[in-house]
């Protein structure tokens, strides 16, 4: 994740002597006067820094909830609306019903794809290439890895929706695509 920072402009004294020059022009043959496209340009990078930051902490607490298959002492209900989190509950019980629980954690590419901050609830969606392959199901006794279902690709695209309640950004919901994805270079 990319911290925006903040711009400062300063201007000159005010002197508006004969000798003075106004600005110079950026130009794509002038690479000092140049712009140089930045984060803290965009308007609405705050809110999509923190509403990728709402889908991190969601993340690590759903990987707390299945390495002991359990939502209890995590955080989840911070971060994802009952939409969201019903997925959360239905991928446990399964796992309670197996008898498994989860080791490693995924890892992801995510960026912002749409987001309407003039709505009277502001909403996002983001994209996420979910990589599984370093994150394990496993019986709960043994420790045996369970293996994907051969369908099941490793890496795999996923949207996901969130929405802005007051000051704080919620997960309302994610929908995995059975689409493999490529890792971004």
Known sequence: MCTAGALTACSGSGDKSEDSKPPATPSASNPETSPTPSKSDDPEAKDKQAVLKVYERMWEEQVKAYAKGSIDGTNLKDYSTKDALGRVMGDLLGMKQADTVTKGAPSHDTEVTSLDLR???????????????????????????????????????????????????????????????????
């Open 119 to 185: 709505k009277e609830i502001p909403k996002a969606r983001l994209s996420d290439c979910l990589d599984i392959s370093e994150w394990k199901t496993v019986k709960r006794g043994s420790g045996e890895v369970q293996p994907l279902p051969s369908e099941q690709p490793s890496r795999f695209e996923t949207t996901i929706d969130a929405e802005k309640w007051g000051k704080k950004w919620m997960i309302t919901g994610f929908k995995p695509s059975a689409d493999p994805c490529k890792p971004s270079s």
